[in-house]
């Protein structure tokens, strides 16, 4: 991973183009907002720094893998040093073999580790970072039983395995992982499992199921966090964490999610 810090700032010399970056984020299609903000992102941060020395090479992914590899292509043709971007894994992994041909450097903003190496750099938080600073805070805060929910790919076994990991070092215990569908078939199914689980007590004494980890966001996240109170769990007495996923003003006004705690950057 790396950080802005880790970015070296070109010497300015006013009249010659020391670098070539080329920014490579979707401007139309899939995450176009979330692209154009970073496009909008990178020219301030040109204009804040009055950088003259630096040529800044646009190019639209459409936030298509096979769109991003072309047009990374035509960013080195074009003299790109440096290539920042794609976002979404799936493009990085499409656009790293080019670069890493020409040898020329990436930064990929992606949290998916398995996509770096060999030149090619991943810019944001991984799942086991998120899953560790959640469940440090969740137990310093005095929870003590947890479920995991994740969806049944390659995203939710990192989670599961970042969670045992994590759980190792704390004083919460795992009461079961459970793994949905990610089309979002058999939530109600998975949802009353955990149920069944808030309602037992392995002990007269122990309290209730205290913390459910959802691996999910948007949508998905959503729709899994109504089922709660469906199905009598009170999530006015179990906390909900949650992973980076959660980051998006679109969840923010669900009632289901009130109260809960997620892993994010700070602002």
């Given at each position: 991973?790396?950080?802005?810090?880790?970015?070296?700032?070109?010497?300015?010399?006013?009249?010659?183009?020391?670098?070539?970056?080329?920014?490579?984020?979707?401007?139309?299609?899939?995450g176009s907002d979330l692209g154009r903000a970073m496009l909008n992102a990178a020219q301030l941060a040109l204009f804040d720094s009055f950088d003259l020395d630096t040529n800044l090479i646009i190019k639209d992914t459409t936030g298509s893998p096979e769109r991003a590899a072309i047009?990374?292509?035509?960013?080195?043709?074009?003299?790109?040093?440096?290539?920042?971007?794609?976002?979404?894994?799936?493009?990085?992994?499409?656009?790293?073999?080019?670069?890493?041909?020409?040898?020329?450097?990436?930064?990929?903003?992606?949290?998916?580790?398995?996509?770096?190496?060999?030149?090619?750099?991943?810019?944001?938080?991984?799942?086991?970072?998120?899953?560790?600073?959640?469940?440090?805070?969740?137990?310093?805060?005095?929870?003590?039983?947890?479920?995991?929910?994740?969806?049944?790919?390659?995203?939710?076994?990192?989670?599961?395995?970042?969670?045992?990991?994590?759980?190792?070092?704390?004083?919460?215990?795992?009461?079961?992982?459970?793994?949905?569908?990610?089309?979002?078939?058999?939530?109600?199914?998975?949802?009353?499992?955990?149920?069944?689980?808030?309602?037992?007590?392995?002990?007269?004494?122990?309290?209730?199921?205290?913390?459910?980890?959802?691996?999910?966001?948007?949508?998905?996240?959503?729709?899994?966090?109504?089922?709660?109170?469906?199905?009598?769990?009170?999530?006015?007495?179990?906390?909900?964490?949650?992973?980076?996923?959660?980051?998006?003003?679109?969840?923010?006004?669900?009632?289901?999610?009130?109260?809960?705690?997620?892993?994010?950057?700070?602002?």
């Open positions: 991973s790396v950080s802005p810090s880790n970015v070296a700032t070109p010497t300015r010399k006013i009249g010659t183009i020391r670098s070539s970056v080329a920014l490579l984020v979707p401007l139309t299609g899939r047009v990374a292509g035509e960013a080195l043709n074009e003299g790109a040093q440096l290539l920042i971007g794609p976002l979404f894994s799936e493009s990085v992994r499409a656009a790293a073999p080019v670069a890493r041909r020409r040898g020329v450097p990436m930064i990929g903003f992606s949290n998916d580790r398995s996509v770096a190496g060999d030149g090619v750099y991943v810019f944001g938080f991984t799942p086991d970072q998120q899953i560790r600073r959640i469940v440090s805070y969740a137990a310093s805060s005095g929870l003590r039983r947890i479920v995991a929910l994740v969806p049944y790919n390659e995203y939710g076994r990192e989670v599961a395995v970042a969670l045992q990991e994590s759980v190792e070092e704390s004083s919460l215990s795992i009461e079961q992982v459970e793994y949905f569908s990610p089309d979002g078939t058999d939530s109600a199914e998975v949802v009353k499992r955990i149920a069944a689980i808030y309602k037992t007590s392995s002990a007269p004494s122990q309290q209730p199921l205290d913390c459910v980890l959802i691996a999910a966001g948007g949508r998905q996240l959503r729709s899994l966090a109504t089922l709660f109170p469906y199905f009598d769990i009170e999530t006015t007495n179990v906390r909900l964490l949650g992973t980076e996923l959660w980051h998006n003003e679109s969840i923010l006004g669900e009632p289901a999610l009130q109260g809960g705690w997620f892993a994010a950057p700070p602002t």
